[in-house]
């Protein structure tokens, strides 16, 4: 019996989310060299710079807001694993299934509805560091939190459907590549 996959679009948002957490680990190496920066300079030369200790927050921020979905895709975000783990495939996607609509879509929403006004403020006066010689672009840092939410519901979206063919017909333990895989035990 052959194993469904994907409707194309959903396979190519779930592609897209995991392109876009392999290029933002990249981050991390950036932002272990500009804090290493950091630290020479204010250490060993006397020399604080606000500009890049601000640019390490923002790559942060960056990492953690938009690699949020690729984290969900890829079952890393944290759950209690007691029961879970010890369910069948298709319990599991039906909790699943049940935590995108009841938990992970109305928080979601709720923080593109409360970021709203926050955040058009924020471009209105094209808000900048409040610290001298800080980066000026802190309106475009505020705009991550709801695109943070939309990739989550996107997400969320390419997983609720990858539940729903577990739950709906069985699926064999040798999956194709744009379907949930299990996650490492840790």
Same mark, same amino acid.
């Given at each position: 019996?052959?194993?469904?996959?994907?409707?194309?679009?959903?396979?190519?948002?779930?592609?897209?989310?995991?392109?876009?957490?392999?290029?933002?680990?990249?981050?991390?190496?950036?932002?272990?060299?500009?804090?290493?920066?950091?630290?020479?300079?204010?250490?060993?030369?006397?020399?604080?710079?606000?500009?890049?200790?601000?640019?390490?927050?923002? *790559?942060?921020?960056?990492?953690?807001?938009?690699?949020?979905?690729?984290?969900?895709?890829?079952?890393?975000?944290?759950?209690?694993?007691?029961?879970?783990?010890?369910?069948?495939?298709?319990?599991?996607?039906?909790?699943? *299934?049940?935590?995108?609509?009841?938990?992970?879509?109305?928080?979601?929403?709720?923080?593109?509805?409360?970021?709203?006004?926050?955040?058009?403020?924020?471009?209105?006066?094209?808000?900048?560091?409040?610290?001298?010689?800080?980066?000026?672009?802190?309106?475009?840092?505020?705009?991550?939190?709801?695109?943070?939410?939309?990739?989550?519901?996107?997400?969320?979206?390419?997983?609720?459907?990858?539940?729903?063919?577990?739950?709906?017909?069985?699926?064999?333990?040798?999956?194709?590549?744009?379907?949930?895989?299990?996650?490492?035990?840790?």
């Amino acid at each position: 019996m052959s194993t469904p996959t994907l409707p194309r679009w959903l396979g190519t948002l779930d592609r897209a989310s995991q392109r876009l957490g392999h290029a933002l680990s990249w981050l991390m190496l950036a932002m272990l060299l500009i804090e290493f920066a950091v630290v020479v300079l204010r250490y060993a030369m006397g020399i604080n710079s606000t500009f890049m200790q601000e640019m390490v927050m923002y *790559m942060h921020a960056t990492l953690f807001m938009l690699a949020a979905g690729y984290t969900l895709r890829e079952n890393g975000h944290v759950r209690v694993d007691i029961i879970y783990r010890r369910l069948s495939p298709r319990r599991q996607a039906l909790i699943n *299934m049940l935590g995108i609509v009841f938990l992970l879509a109305p928080v979601m929403l709720f923080i593109i509805a409360a970021s709203a006004g926050y955040v058009a403020s924020s471009w209105k006066i094209l808000e900048g560091s409040s610290n001298y010689g800080g980066i000026p672009g802190v309106f475009v840092l505020k705009t991550l939190i709801p695109v943070f939410a939309g990739l989550m519901l996107l997400q969320g979206a390419v997983e609720f459907a990858r539940s729903a063919y577990i739950v709906a017909g069985p699926i064999g333990a040798a999956m194709p590549d744009n379907t949930r895989r299990e996650p490492p035990d840790a």
